[in-house]
Nanobody
Framework: QVQLVESGGGLVQAGGSLRLSCAASGGTFSNYAIGWFRQAPGKGREFVTAINWSGGTTYSSDSVKGRFTVSRDNAKNTGYLQMNSLKPEDTAVYYC????????????????WGRGTQVTVSS
């Protein structure tokens, strides 16, 4: 059983940056791909970006491409989401999720989820 805990959310002005962390425990972190999703009020869970088990492959949605960067440190059992040039439409609860080895953009395919961290971008 893998436990995931997100941190690093907060309130930031448009154009600012935040770095989210996803700390994992209870499993072999390097066996899992990490996906980042977000959910704004009244909307469904949206794929943001993901990284495979080794860190060698990543994929991001068009809405964040060029602004957000996903990474991981398997020695620290932690994944990261660096968010730059934030926009008000990035406001949401951000979740990290884990599944074996290779990522997908489908939230239903992930086995483990954190509780989320709130990101609010003011205009």
């Amino acid at each position: 059983q893998v436990q995931l805990v997100e941190s690093g959310g907060g309130l930031v002005q448009a154009g600012g940056s935040l770095r989210l962390s996803c700390a994992a425990s209870g499993g072999t972190f390097s066996n899992y791909a990490i996906g980042w999703f977000r959910q704004a009020p009244g909307k469904g869970r949206e794929f943001v970006t993901a990284i495979n088990w080794s860190g060698g492959t990543t994929y991001s949605s068009d809405s964040v491409k060029g602004r957000f960067t996903v990474s991981r440190d398997n020695a620290k059992n932690t994944g990261y989401l660096q968010m730059n040039s934030l926009k008000p439409e990035d406001t949401a609860v951000y979740y990290c999720a884990a599944r074996r080895y290779y990522f997908t953009s489908d939230p239903a395919s992930y086995d483990y989820w954190g509780r989320g961290t709130q990101v609010t971008v003011s205009s």
